[in-house]
């Protein structure tokens, strides 16, 4: 299995942010953390990206702990896009992407080689950054930074692909055609995803499991329609829900919230 948790706790300093975590995603598996704001799924999300330590238990990656490996060996198997990225000043898209390539070159290596620079493209494509690519960073729009930023992860070649709210500050066009292009990578080179999302519809259309998390805990996890409960939506989110058949499968319609 690519990640398993065993009894995982953490979060900062003394704090502990979520609790006894035990989850096994399967090579080629979509997961989605979902819960209501402070539920733990962003701290959940850095445990399993080796960004913090455990304060207790361990994440397995492909059976070793995760925060035992070297970095390098790590990030040759493992990608994380942050909900928020550092934009370079005066960095080129090419460049940027180009930076995926260094977890798997030599420490004096310098130059990309023939493999390098075939990831590269690949990425480029793939997120159809082509046409950008002597584009600086920051000239870019919210959407074309963020196909930037997760071709720079997709040049990585990694094995599991971790993203924390990827949608946010898209409109609607560019969310469906960011999940679209995870959706082709995890059904055609079978990347593994973990994903931390808001939007439970996006989850339930996208995801093979979902992850219900609740005060650091998580309190349902299986497939969308398991999940998708009214009452477990209810005592989670705080609101009343009707669950719906669509023709992208089951969606819900908030109906009124659920007053403390």
């Not at 290596?109 to 480029?124: C, G, H, I, P």
């Not at 519809?201 to 995801?207: E, I, M, Q, T």
């Amino acid at each position: 299995m690519p990640i398993e948790t065993h009894n995982l706790t953490g979060g900062y300093a003394n704090q502990q942010i979520v609790k006894d975590i035990n989850i096994t995603i399967a090579k080629g598996e979509w997961l989605s953390l979902v819960g209501a704001n402070g539920s733990g799924k962003t701290t959940l999300l850095k445990l399993l990206s080796r960004l913090i330590k455990p304060q207790q238990g361990t994440v397995l990656l492909d059976g070793k702990a995760i925060h035992t490996q070297p970095s390098k060996v790590v990030a040759q198997k493992l990608a994380f896009l942050p909900q928020q990225q550092t934009i370079p000043t005066g960095l080129t898209v090419e460049q940027l992407v180009s930076l995926g390539r260094t977890s798997h070159q030599a420490w004096w290596q310098w130059e990309l080689n023939t493999e390098d620079r075939s990831k590269v493209e690949m990425a480029l494509q793939l997120t159809q950054m082509e046409n950008f690519r002597d584009r600086t960073i920051e000239k870019l729009s919210g959407g074309e930074r963020q196909r930037a930023f997760l071709a720079l992860a997709i040049a990585q070649n990694p094995q599991t692909l971790l993203l924390d709210e990827p949608t946010t500050y898209l409109d609607i066009r560019y969310q469906l055609e960011l999940l679209e292009l995870l959706k082709k990578l995890n059904q055609q080179q079978y990347l593994t995803i973990v994903t931390v999302l808001h939007d439970v519809n996006l989850a339930a259309r996208y995801s093979s499991r979902i992850a219900l998390l609740s005060h650091g805990k998580i309190f349902a996890l299986g497939t969308p329609e398991f999940v998708l409960k009214p009452a477990y939506l209810a005592e989670v989110l705080g609101v009343h829900v009707a669950v719906i058949e669509t023709p992208v499968g089951l969606q819900i319609c908030p109906l009124t919230s659920i007053h403390p």
